[in-house]
């Protein structure tokens, strides 16, 4: 099992917290996001890791066994970003993971196993996080339905916490025969509309051209930071000792 790492992105919404590195690089309990990232892929038994860089990608280089680049970064979105490791995902299943969350590395185990060309977690606790996180849960949350452990919806504003199942954590698992199917959902929308999508809005795609992805429930023991209130929180919890349920520290 390999492991890309899509880390091309500045994360502005940080503010100065980026103007010289990668969010990913920012620190929070005694490591920096990225380190606490390669530690549970590790600690679950993954091979090579790579990360696909951009915005001062030369920072990330001690972090991977091989760095690739999105040399567009700037003006495209996260699924530019992770064809950028198109030769790796035709030859190999990979755990994909986003550059600004922290996890357990069971997260990671349950996700290694399943047999799925495409599959993804996603944290039916999501509502104890985002309530310490926002005011409203809803203002941050993305309609989610998984049904017999496969997704069935995924994206859109909720009216109604109803609505949200369960909320999508920025992990998946693409086999060779599940990056097929998505090199050819691109081709069919064009590079346009590719350039824009994110990986949620693909997720959907897969989804309407009928490609199943597994959902693998799992509850808390991680977090996404977005802003430096995220930071903020984390922090304080870590500081102040706190039993959270989504402490991803092992």
Request: hydrophobic share 40%; proline share 4%.
């Amino acid at each position: 099992m390999r492991a890309i790492i899509l880390a091309a992105g500045r994360g502005s919404r940080m503010g100065a917290v980026t103007d010289d590195q990668p969010k990913c690089l920012t620190e929070i309990g005694g490591r920096p996001l990225i380190a606490w990232q390669t530690a549970a892929l590790r600690e679950a038994a993954a091979g090579d890791i790579t990360i696909i860089g951009g915005y001062r990608q030369e920072l990330l280089e001690p972090h991977a066994d091989q760095i690739l680049e999105n040399t567009r970064w700037a003006d495209t979105n996260m699924v530019v970003t992770l064809a950028a490791a198109s030769e790796i995902l035709r030859h190999h299943a990979c755990i994909i993971s986003y550059s600004d969350i922290l996890y357990h590395p069971d997260i990671i185990r349950a996700l290694s196993r399943s047999k799925a060309s495409i599959a993804i977690t996603y944290d039916r606790e999501w509502e104890k996080l985002w309530s310490d996180r926002f005011d409203d849960p809803l203002d941050d949350a993305e309609r989610f339905e998984a049904q017999d452990g496969y997704l069935v919806s995924i994206g859109a504003k909720p009216s109604n916490l109803e609505e949200v199942k369960g909320q999508y954590m920025g992990l998946l698992k693409i086999s060779p025969p599940g990056w097929q199917a998505i090199e050819n959902h691109l081709s069919v929308i064009g590079r346009d509309r590719a350039d824009r999508l994110d990986m949620t809005g693909l997720l959907g795609g897969l989804l309407q051209d009928k490609i199943p992805v597994e959902a693998i429930a799992i509850s808390g023991k991680w977090c996404e930071i977005d802003s430096q209130i995220d930071l903020d929180l984390y922090r304080r919890n870590i500081s102040e000792g706190a039993n959270w349920s989504h402490d991803w520290r092992w």
